[in-house]
């Protein structure tokens, strides 16, 4: 497991000031990304049976959204934690199937393993490599906050990221309409904690345009710089 995926606990249970922002009177949406710029070289036979659902969402995000939405466990042992991730699995809501896109990278169709599978099967294989899902739990903590669960092969970028966006404040009379504060968690590549909050400029001036969103950051390989993290 990540390191961040283990510490999606403490941030939660053991920062009470952060906890209680996980819950539909504060948040959004929550975002789970995974992505890869590799295609499935090497895979291609293991990697078409199953696609990217059933390899990557049904599993390893399936398992971080557990630990974002579940409530605080009995203890820290595993069965307890277990107790409370099986919860969650219980109250997601049936996947609307509007609420779903699948799609295929190009060139996947190149791969001589597949053309090979393709010739055995007849036609051209319809194996997802991305697919995005909105999942809604029925519970009174995550009420109609949407859960969007992104996972792609073959695109551009590399990484897994949990992304938090707060609910769009009103405008006031001090610094009128700003975008939308978030906390994100990039589980890899290299593990930090972030807070995408709004902070005045340097200067003396004290005007609404000097206000921009900056970032409170934890980056864990720096902090923690002489312990070794479990991949």
Not at 106 to 112: A, I
Not at 126 to 148: H, K, M, Q
Not at 185 to 206: D, F, V
């Amino acid at each position: 497991a990540k390191t961040l995926v283990l510490n999606l606990l403490t941030l939660r249970f053991a920062n009470r000031e952060l906890g209680h922002l996980f819950h539909q009177f504060h948040i959004a949406n929550v975002r789970i990304t995974f992505k890869e710029s590799i295609g499935v070289h090497g895979r291609a036979g293991y990697f078409d049976g199953y696609g990217i659902i059933r390899d990557i969402m049904q599993n390893h995000l399936m398992q971080v959204l557990t630990l974002v939405a579940m409530e605080a466990p009995a203890s820290l042992e595993a069965e307890d934690v277990r107790d409370e991730k099986v919860k969650v699995l219980k109250q997601i809501r049936a996947i609307d199937p509007r609420d779903c896109v699948t799609g295929q990278y190009d060139g996947y169709q190149d791969d001589p393993a597949i053309q090979e599978i393709n010739m055995k099967k007849g036609h051209k294989s319809r194996c997802p490599t991305f697919a995005v899902a909105v999942l809604y739990l029925d519970n009174e903590r995550w009420s109609g906050v949407p859960f969007i669960m992104k996972a792609g092969k073959g695109l551009e970028a590399q990484h897994t990221i949990v992304r938090l966006q707060f609910k769009k404040a009103p405008p006031n009379s001090l610094f009128g309409e700003q975008p939308q504060n978030e906390l994100v968690i990039r589980i890899q590549p290299n593990e930090a904690i972030y807070y995408k909050i709004l902070a005045k400029m340097p200067g003396l001036s004290q005007r609404a345009k000097d206000v921009e969103q900056t970032v409170l950051d934890l980056d864990l390989k720096k902090r923690f710089e002489l312990r070794r993290t479990p991949e």
